[in-house]
């Protein structure tokens, strides 16, 4: 074997420029290759971290009814559903790769009832009553003064915290940490602000979507969830927003919540009312599947340019059969047996497709390096695609050699030695 390879490459070496002219098809095709693969990954990566939001791997999951999010801003609280314990959160924390599970209210609010104001302001937004996990788990930092607290929720303290939204709208540039505002008639003392600390481009195409994720410009504002009765004079279910340990785990965490509390909250299963949980994933998984059906048809034209390199390969090599036809028979005439004129010819095959495929690795990754420098287009490189491809490579040289190698495998030794 060791043998074979060395006499390969002295027979590349000894014919360079013709042995790179005939790798040229192999570096075209492998470097496409890589290239729109890595453009496909990077694509798909970004569709994931654009929809899906930076990190934060957050799943919520919300009461519906008939396909629809319950959305109590301008609905009773519903019949026969039941608020979460803290024993279902602790159910839901101990589901497989789920990180930390927050609860939460929500409510949207208007300027002209005015739910929120301060002073003579009044707020457009949304009110939230959380939990101390929800910020952490959906990725909300600190900007200003302090976080909820144990003692806020045990000790029913009317205190709130303001998203960046909300502190801009209600306060403008003035800090309102420590300032008192009137959330449904009652006073709250200011405590913190937090904004998000990556933001997500959601598609919005449904209603379902828009109640779950649209957003809106007046912010948002927060009170312990324990306080949400003094707001709203009675309990009402929450929604639960579950973080995973990683991407690829969320679909699978928000099915198996969905049925958790469906189970569990839901009395009577015939009311139409269940627990949903958002489909990012679905809608990340559609378009990488455009995206890909698009890209599919790139790689099977940058295929047809390493077709095109294996009959220069087999091309080459019938050549180099020609040409060591005196070699061939004389090894013969000395003993060698079929199998040993066959797996040199092949090793030479794929020896100078294997250097080819790895030439086209690098050329792709450069390829692509340089197309995302220079056009923002997103590329990732994947190892995995750059070994099947010199692997590949190294196939087509066994493939398109074959016929060389047996050719030379079945000359006549006293015909070959006979040849001028």
């Not at 200003?144 to 209600?170: M, P």
């Not at 794929?350 to 792709?364: E, P």
């Not at 190892?383 to 010199?390: D, S």
Request: with cysteine; net charge negative; charged share 20%.
């Amino acid at each position: 074997m060791f043998e074979n390879i060395s006499l390969a490459f002295q027979g590349i070496w000894g014919h360079k420029m013709r042995s790179f002219l005939t790798m040229l098809g192999i570096i075209i095709g492998i470097a496409s290759i890589i290239t729109i693969v890595s453009t496909i990954k990077g694509t798909n990566d970004q569709i994931k971290e654009s929809l899906i939001g930076a990190g934060t791997n957050a799943v919520t999951v919300q009461l519906s009814q008939d396909g629809s999010v319950y959305d109590m801003s301008w609905r009773d609280p519903p019949q026969g559903v039941l608020p979460i314990t803290e024993q279902t959160r602790q159910d839901l924390a101990e589901l497989d790769n789920v990180v930390a599970v927050s609860l939460f209210c929500r409510r949207q609010v208007d300027s002209y009832d005015s739910a929120v104001c301060y002073q003579n302001t009044s707020y457009s937004g949304e009110l939230y009553g959380v939990d101390r996990y929800f910020f952490s788990v959906n990725g909300f930092r600190l900007t200003q003064g302090r976080g909820f607290l144990e003692e806020d929720s045990t000790q029913f303290r009317k205190v709130a915290i303001l998203d960046t939204g909300a502190a801009n709208t209600l306060f403008g540039n003035v800090s309102p940490v420590g300032e008192l505002i009137e959330i449904k008639g009652e006073p709250y003392t200011v405590v913190g602000v937090v904004e998000r600390s990556a933001s997500s481009d959601f598609v919005i195409e449904s209603y379902r979507d828009y109640s779950m994720y649209a957003d809106t410009s007046g912010g948002k504002v927060f009170i312990p969830l324990a306080d949400w009765p003094i707001a709203y004079r009675f309990d009402e279910p929450q929604g639960a927003v579950l973080k995973a340990a990683s991407t690829d785990d969320m679909t699978r965490i928000g099915q198996q919540a969905e049925d958790l509390l469906t189970a569990s909250q839901i009395a009577d299963p015939n009311s139409g009312f269940s627990y949903q949980s958002d489909d990012l994933m679905d809608q990340a998984a559609q378009i990488q599947k455009l995206s890909n059906a698009t890209n599919n048809q790139l790689l099977w034209i940058a295929g047809i340019s390493l077709l095109v390199g294996g009959i220069g390969v087999m091309n080459i090599m019938l050549v180099t059969v020609t040409e060591r036809t005196r070699e061939i028979g004389l090894k013969k005439a000395i003993g060698a047996r079929k199998r040993r004129i066959l797996w040199q010819f092949l090793t030479e095959a794929a020896a100078l497709t294997s250097i080819g495929g790895m030439l086209g690795v690098a050329a792709g990754v450069g390829l692509s390096r340089f197309i995302a420098s220079a056009m923002g287009t997103p590329t990732a490189v994947s190892y995995p695609a750059i070994a099947v491809a010199v692997l590949f490579s190294m196939f087509i040289g066994v493939i398109f050699g074959m016929i060389p190698a047996v050719k030379a495998a079945n000359l006549n030794p006293i015909d070959a030695l006979r040849r001028e």
